[in-house]
């Protein structure tokens, strides 16, 4: 089974910088986790769950949402089963919670509904 957990989020001042992880804590997942396109997405306080990140299977291929495209890096290694997203110049925008996912299908998508596993999330607070 997938096992999702994310850490490294905190409390930041504007223009810092974070580095989130999320590993797969499952007994028998890591093949899922390196065979299927991971995604972090965001939801902050009263808004909905919006994508941020995504990276496809081997890592060839990444998406970015317009509002992190260029502060905002999302990379995996695979033979630790981890995902990361570096997160630089931050701005209070960016305060939110973030969640990891792991698709169904081989790269990574901007649709939640491709998304079966979840993490529990993690705060992200970025003061100004």
């Given at each position: 089974?997938?096992?999702?957990?994310?850490?490294?989020?905190?409390?930041?001042q504007?223009?810092?910088?974070?580095?989130?992880?999320?590993?797969?804590?499952?007994?028998?997942?890591?093949?899922t986790?390196?065979?299927?396109?991971?995604?972090?997405?965001?939801?902050?306080?009263g808004?909905?769950?919006?994508f941020?990140?995504?990276?496809?299977?081997n890592?060839?291929?990444?998406?970015?949402?317009?509002?992190?495209?260029?502060?905002?890096?999302?990379?995996?290694?695979?033979?630790?089963?981890?995902m990361?997203?570096?997160?630089?110049?931050?701005?209070?925008?960016?305060t939110?919670?973030?969640?990891?996912?792991?698709?169904?299908?081989?790269?990574?998508?901007?649709?939640?509904?491709d998304?079966?596993?979840?993490?529990?999330?993690?705060?992200?607070?970025?003061?100004?």
């Amino acid at each position: 089974q997938v096992q999702l957990v994310e850490s490294g989020g905190g409390l930041v001042q504007a223009g810092g910088s974070l580095r989130l992880s999320c590993s797969d804590s499952g007994r028998t997942s890591g093949r899922t986790i390196s065979n299927n396109g991971m995604a972090w997405f965001r939801q902050a306080s009263g808004k909905e769950r919006e994508f941020v990140a995504s990276i496809s299977w081997n890592g060839g291929n990444t998406d970015t949402a317009d509002s992190v495209k260029g502060r905002f890096t999302i990379t995996r290694d695979r033979a630790k089963n981890t995902m990361y997203l570096q997160m630089n110049s931050l701005k209070s925008e960016d305060t939110a919670v973030y969640y990891c996912a792991v698709s169904r299908k081989a790269y990574g998508s901007r649709g939640r509904e491709d998304y079966p596993y979840w993490g529990q999330g993690t705060q992200v607070t970025v003061s100004s």
